[in-house]
């Protein structure tokens, strides 16, 4: 129950509250150049919306296999996902963000996407963040129970689907790219453990590999610059005085959709080996 209200709360609850008032907290468009190489691809929205009952199905893994057992790693795992919402939260507090999505209205899937999210809350992207938390949160548990070997198969599995989501969500058009390396830098300042810079890394190469589109010059271009961008994130965080900080200043370099916001709306730019100009 703690988790349902934490997830009704943060984030239907506060960006309804924020499309019903407008102008009480910035809302920056965080769209990048990047976005238009990859492909709007309406078929992706399976597995887009299959993002709650992913994490569900991890639930049913302990049950089925560990038994009452399971029962102590299930409920540590769904407390997680709903301590996930409020640290995202902290973000959107402080300015909110959307991106371009197409209008598209020829699936019933997409009429519930737009009836149910009214798509101020981007920047940090909870969809990934709830994902690499299922997969770090899946194997960590399954080697804190000497399975790690035993279970190799079913953690890349989850591994995969995560990636599969997270691409989704560019193929559909809710997310940016700088969506994605914002969820990875708020899922190691969340739990660095389960998710440290090498991890990081190492989820980026896996994206868009063997697609025909984007195909594998852009794919590149793609994940060099998520790893930029989340590389220059954790170097920010590091002097930063709150682990949002780098997130709500880059934020508010954005062009700014939000009445009565004064900020500086000069687009971002990656410096070569740096950040935001």
Not at 41 to 52: E, Q
Not at 143 to 170: H, K, M, S, V, Y
Not at 255 to 274: C, D, F, H, I, V
């Amino acid at each position: 129950m703690d988790c349902i209200k934490s997830i009704f709360y943060n984030f239907f609850f506060r960006q309804f509250r924020a499309a019903l008032f407008p102008g009480r907290i910035p809302v920056s468009s965080v769209d990048h150049p990047l976005d238009e190489k990859i492909p709007f691809a309406p078929s992706w929205v399976g597995i887009y919306l299959d993002f709650i009952a992913f994490w569900v199905r991890i639930l049913g893994f302990f049950r089925t296999h560990y038994r009452r057992r399971g029962i102590k790693p299930a409920l540590g795992f769904i407390k997680t996902i709903g301590r996930l919402y409020a640290f995202a939260a902290e973000t959107y507090t402080k300015n909110l963000s959307t991106t371009k999505r197409p209008r598209y209205l020829a699936h019933p899937r997409f009429l519930l996407i737009h009836a149910v999210d009214p798509h101020l809350m981007c920047i940090p992207s909870l969809h990934v963040m709830v994902v690499i938390s299922a997969y770090t949160q899946f194997r960590s548990i399954l080697r804190a129970r000497g399975d790690g070997e035993r279970f190799a198969p079913q953690i890349e599995e989850i591994r995969r689907g995560a990636l599969n989501i997270t691409e989704a969500i560019l193929y559909v058009k809710q997310h940016s790219v700088n969506c994605i390396a914002a969820a990875m830098y708020a899922m190691t300042c969340f739990d660095p453990v389960l998710f440290p810079q090498t991890e990081g890394a190492d989820l980026v190469s896996r994206l868009f590999r063997g697609t025909k589109n984007p195909g594998p010059e852009d794919a590149g271009i793609i994940r060099g610059h998520i790893l930029d961008l989340y590389r220059y994130f954790l170097e920010a965080g590091n002097s930063a005085d709150t682990w949002e900080k780098p997130l709500v200043d880059f934020l508010r370099f954005q062009p700014q959709r939000a009445a009565g916001y004064n900020g500086r709306k000069a687009r971002y730019k990656l410096r070569e080996k740096s950040g935001p100009a």
